[in-house]
């Protein structure tokens, strides 16, 4: 039988070929260090939003099968929003605190049934510029489900488009894996704590 990291395997492969068959087309190179920091089992991936083109980066090149938190307008899109439905991604109304309350949950629950997601702390893209500070309510994902957070740091997808006058143009974007934080070393941290120190884990690997 199948493990849950395998099913969901599966599940990101038709994403995976659209993540690489775009950026291909865009000529991004993409160079990722730290492989060897991924656990086995479900994560929190906590990374910098840099630009648009983060998530096809990372659903074509981390090694590790996950969903993410979204803005519930994404839905909206035909296709994309079915196929995120099925990689486990969380949405989240940012105009309703009481759904943005719920959507943790809903997230906490999918961490501990197995799957992995990933979150953008900062809640906006720097386009490049300089990291802004992390907003801490996100990160209770990993303590309310006793999971290990996975600092990643993204550096040059601004430079595929946003720095372009949103034109696509070829870049080089490099991907940092960062080693794990157990549960054990951040189970008695604030979340304001705790966002500072993947914070400040992140930020030298961005330039």
Known sequence: MPTIEETDWEKNKV???????????VGAKVEVSGAENLPKG?????ANHVGSFDIPVLIAHLPKPFGFIS????????????????????FID??????????????????KNGHSLLIFPEGTRSKGGKMKPFKAGSLRLAMDA???????AIHGTADIM????????????RLTILPAI??????????????????????????
Request: aromatic share 6%; with cysteine.
């Open 15 to 25: 994403p995976r070929s659209w993540s690489q068959a775009l950026l291909w087309i």
């Open 42 to 46: 479900p994560v929190l991936f906590v």
């Open 71 to 90: 803005k519930i307008e994404v839905l909206k899109i035909p296709v994309v929003g079915a196929w995120m439905k099925i990689m486990n991604c969380v």
């Open 94 to 111: 940012r105009k309703n605190r009481n759904d943005a309350s719920k959507a943790i949950g809903t997230g906490v629950d999918v961490l």
């Open 146 to 152: 006793n999971v290990p957070i996975i600092p990643i």
């Open 162 to 173: 946003e720095n372009n006058g949103n034109i696509m143009r070829p870049a080089k974007v």
């Open 182 to 207: 157990p549960f054990d070393a951040i189970k008695d941290l604030s979340s304001k704590e705790l966002a500072d120190r993947v914070s400040s884990l992140i930020e030298p690997f961005t330039n």
